[in-house]
């Protein structure tokens, strides 16, 4: 998403360095490419849903949907995942057709929208705050745990893009969490300190924190926070496959117009993931990733600092945004059996 403007939407301008990492290009209208099975919005009949609240440790109250085989056993404790949608996405945006199918497989699932996005709490509306994030996934394992149908020692995480960055950090500090697997993964701190190609400098850096330093002086003053544009907007502008995506019926959610508060992003630049992410063996990660993705280098420079047990799975082809929908190309069987093997509930 790149701005565009002039007056008083100059203040925005700290909105410029999200332009890679949402899709940089020209914000046209394009009819939504539906090829190699895109369905965001699968449903199942195998499948039951719910909708459900639960709170962080913060007392911040966190909405998702649950999803459950209809074939259930009374009596017995199944395996669970906590699927995490895309950074400035909902969980009705890929997470929970990942949720449905791995729900399919026998899983119990859960998605769930981050705090200050979609359904789930926190003001401002789109702001960043990573450390959340993370918690919301140890949040998650605490109701999920709680469930008499769960095994909680057998709960494990799905990171979508961002997600995959937070459910890293998230994992790290929680030994709950027993497998995690991340696809089309997005290091959002190292993306707003460096860029995608290491092409950010300490002074455009720095220009950056300037602004949204100016813009809490604003809020301070008017009590409102600033937000950027939303997707709607003229001047929100993203590339072809996040606009075929976001902006078009293969996944657009009404609801989420993805208007941020770009004072908040400044919190990325003290995100770091990766750092101590050896310290997650034993316990096994398996990182999923599109072989045509510009973005695949976080992935690649998690696999390379993660310690054994790991796994790393390059899809042909795919680039990020395909790994969010097209069922074709999503590798299900690698997803199940790696969570069917590293959980290996038998109760």
């Known amino acids: 998403m790149k701005l565009h403007s002039k007056g008083k939407l100059k203040t925005l301008a700290a909105l410029a360095i999200l332009s890679v990492a949402l899709g940089m290009g020209a914000n046209t209208a394009v009819a939504a490419d539906m090829s190699h099975g895109a369905d965001n919005f699968y449903k199942s009949d195998k499948v039951k849903t719910e909708t459900v609240?639960?709170?962080?440790i913060y007392g911040m109250e966190v909405t998702g949907t649950l999803f459950t085989p209809r074939n259930m056993e009374a009596?017995?404790?199944?395996?669970?995942?906590?699927?995490g949608h895309p950074f400035a996405a909902v969980r009705q945006q890929a997470a929970n057709l990942y949720a449905t199918k791995m729900a399919?497989?026998?899983?119990?699932?859960l998605s769930f929208d981050q705090s200050f996005w979609g359904e789930s709490a926190g003001t401002p509306r789109g702001a960043v705050l990573p450390d959340v994030y993370a918690e919301n996934f140890s949040a998650a394992v605490d109701f999920l745990g709680t469930r008499t149908f769960v095994d909680r020692e057998k709960i494990g995480v799905i990171g979508i893009c961002g997600s995959g960055g937070f459910a890293i950090a998230a994992t790290k500090m929680d030994p709950r969490i027993k497998a995690l697997a991340?696809?089309?993964?997005?290091?959002?701190?190292?993306?707003?300190?460096?860029g995608l190609n290491h092409e950010r400098t300490v002074e455009m850096r720095n220009k950056d924190l300037a602004i949204a330093a100016e813009q809490r002086y604003k809020t301070a003053e008017t009590g409102q926070?600033?937000?950027g544009p939303g997707q709607n907007d003229p001047v929100f502008i993203e590339g072809k496959e996040s606009n075929d995506f976001y902006q078009t019926e293969r996944g657009k959610v009404a609801s989420n117009d993805r208007r941020s508060t770009p004072a908040t992003y400044a919190k990325?630049?003290?995100?770091?993931?990766?750092?101590?992410?050896e310290s997650i063996s034993p316990r096994p990660i398996l990182f999923v990733v599109g072989d045509a993705a510009p973005s695949r280098t976080y992935t690649d420079t998690a696999y390379k600092m993660a310690a054994e047990p790991k796994e790393l799975v390059e899809i042909k082809g795919a680039n990020r945004?395909?790994?969010?929908d097209r069922t074709e190309l999503i590798p299900w069987?690698?997803?199940?059996?790696?969570?069917?093997?590293?959980l290996k509930s038998d109760k």
């Open 268 to 277: 990325f630049m003290n995100f770091h993931p990766f750092i101590d992410i």
């Open 182 to 194: 991340t696809v089309s993964m997005y290091d959002m701190g190292e993306y707003f300190r460096t």
């Open 333 to 342: 069987d690698k997803l199940v059996s790696f969570f069917n093997t590293n």
């Open 75 to 83: 009596g017995k404790k199944y395996d669970a995942l906590i699927v």
């Open 225 to 227: 926070p600033v937000y």
């Open 104 to 109: 399919e497989a026998g899983f119990v699932a």
């Open 321 to 324: 945004i395909d790994l969010y």
């Open 53 to 56: 609240k639960f709170k962080n």
